[in-house]
């Protein structure tokens, strides 16, 4: 049996900016993107911690070291700039696996930049 798991998270990220007439998506740093090992157009959940909003979308890099979460399209109205979000991908695995595989955990600053 193959089951779905969490791969990856970035828990606590301050939305920097939402752009309604937009291409739906989320655009992430790059940085934080290359942390968690998610890629470009991979399909993400987000949970909005200050309204309860949970949607789906896909990841578009975002400029490098900028701390950049912007909500793209429809889900720019999921959220108000300076909420606060989690962002997670999934991945499918062989349950024996899914066992033992431990998700990528990313906690980054005040400022969405990796701590050090």
Partial sequence: ???EILKSKIHR???????LNYVGSITIDEDLMDAAQIIANEKVQIVNNNNGERFETYVIKGERGTGMVCLNGATARKVQVGDILIIMSY???????????KPVLVFPDDNNRLLK
Wanted: no cysteine.
């Fill in 91 to 101: 991945g499918s695995l062989p349950v024996e696996e899914a066992r033992t595989y």
């Fill in 1 to 3: 049996m193959i089951i």
């Fill in 13 to 19: 990220v301050k939305v920097t900016q939402a752009e």
